[in-house]
Nanobody, 125 residues
Framework: QVQLVESGGGSVQSGGSLRLSCAVA????????MGWFRQAPGKERVMVAT???????RHANSVKGRFTISQDNAKNTLYLQMNSLKPEDTAMYYC???????????????????WGQGTQVTVSS
């Protein structure tokens, strides 16, 4: 079992920055893929960024150049640095984990078996 707890969300003005954190606990040794997803009201949950065990990252086109996913294995923590935030970035952000690198390649929420409770990010214009 894996437990994921997000933090760092909040309300910022357009152009501002936030850093989300995801604390990972439990049986973490075989995790191969971690990711950040977001879901706005009335919309589907979509991939924001993923990172594989070897450090390979993927970022959605909508956030490339503004968001950066990273991980600190010593602290068992996943991060999402979000810069130049826009109102359209407003959503609930979720941390996710999978035991297979396929999850990172598929970027589909259904490929991830473990989820955090989410942290709200609100960007005002």
């Amino acid at each position: 079992q894996v437990q994921l707890v997000e933090s760092g969300g909040g309300s910022v003005q357009s152009g501002g920055s936030l850093r989300l954190s995801c604390a990972v606990a439990g049986y973490t040794y075989s995790l191969q893929c971690m990711g950040w997803f977001r879901q706005a009201p009335g919309k589907e949950r979509v991939m924001v960024a993923t990172i594989e065990i070897d450090g390979n990252t993927r970022h959605a086109n909508s956030v490339k150049g503004r968001f950066t996913i990273s991980q600190d294995n010593a602290k068992n923590t996943l991060y999402l640095q979000m810069n130049s935030l826009k109102p359209e970035d407003t959503a609930m952000y979720y941390c996710a984990a999978a035991y297979s690198t396929y999850a990172c390649r598929s970027i589909q929420p259904t490929s991830f078996g473990y989820w955090g409770q989410g942290t709200q990010v609100t960007v005002s214009s």
